[in-house]
């Protein structure tokens, strides 16, 4: 991996723990709103026993990421433990104006859709904010459910006994803060990590191929395809691009081809692209 990818992830990665931060910070705490898995028990015990929520926050998280370093990549474990490092350091910054408010679900609502960012923005940047984070990567890794709605099944477990300590009113805020920040997040990763797959039959493949890999500076895989009435032999070509990419894909195709048959779908994540040389 290039030091600019590094370097890029590194960043984002960093603007996400400040929204994070700025999430619990100046709505969630400021309201009494608890959360989910870890970031709900730094939570619960700065509302019960005054801790910090950055010292709870690196503790607790800290043995998570030993358990991640088991089940995930060790470029993921790596970025885990830099987004859980300024979390905890943006935690510590003095809150100047926090959010005080009878209207507590307006806090609730806002602290869920900007958790739901501020993950989206770590995830895509191939890190987790550790806690229910590790462990829904975990789940979407081996059994391919979806980052948001494995982090809210986790994240229940934490926040719903919360009741005890918060009060049953601002645990239901709390379940409505988790609701939100889950479709924020899948709907962030459905935009922004969305790809597009594209199948095309076309005699001049080979050149359509050279096209897009030339122009777009990506692989281009070959699968070999029969027709059913004609039993002639044929190549069938299939690419795997961005959504940024996704405007140029067309244009090329049709410009090499512009009777070329061309199939196309939106996936939501591709894994092994290097065994398909894509």
């Known amino acids: 991996m290039s030091l600019k990818v590094i370097f890029k992830n590194g960043l984002q990665i960093i603007v996400g723990a400040l929204v994070y931060a700025l999430a619990i910070n100046y709505f969630l705490i400021p309201n009494r709103i608890g959360e989910g898995g870890v970031t709900g028990l730094t939570a619960l015990g700065y509302y019960t026993l005054r801790i910090s929520p950055a010292l709870t926050n690196i503790v607790l998280n800290g043995i998570l990421i030993l358990i991640g370093f088991k089940f995930l990549k060790r470029e993921t474990v790596f970025y885990s433990l830099w987004a859980v490092l300024w979390i905890s350091l943006f935690l510590r910054v003095p809150v100047f104006l926090p ?96 790809k597009r797959s594209v199948l095309v039959f076309s005699p001049k493949n080979q050149a359509i191929g050279e096209a897009l890999s030339t122009q777009l500076g990506q692989g281009v895989t070959m699968l070999k395809a029969t027709g059913f009435y004609s039993k002639k032999d044929m190549d069938a070509l299939f690419y795997v691009c961005s959504n940024r990419d996704w405007t140029a894909v067309m244009p090329i195709i049709m410009s090499v081809d512009p009777d070329a048959l061309v199939v196309t779908d939106q996936i939501r994540s591709v894994r092994g692209i290097h065994l398909l040389d894509l």
């Open 99 to 194: 959010y005080h408010t009878t209207q507590t679900v307006i806090a609730a609502i806002t602290g869920g859709v900007l958790m739901g960012i501020s993950m989206g923005l770590i995830f895509r940047a191939k890190g987790t904010i550790a806690g229910s984070t590790i462990l829904a990567k975990i789940v979407n890794r081996y059994f391919g459910i979806r980052n948001g709605s494995a982090m809210l099944f986790f994240d229940l477990i934490v926040a719903i006994p919360s009741g005890l300590v918060i009060g049953f009113q601002n645990m239901l805020l709390t379940v409505l803060e988790l609701y939100v920040s889950a479709v924020v997040l899948n709907k962030y990763l459905d935009v922004f990590g969305a």
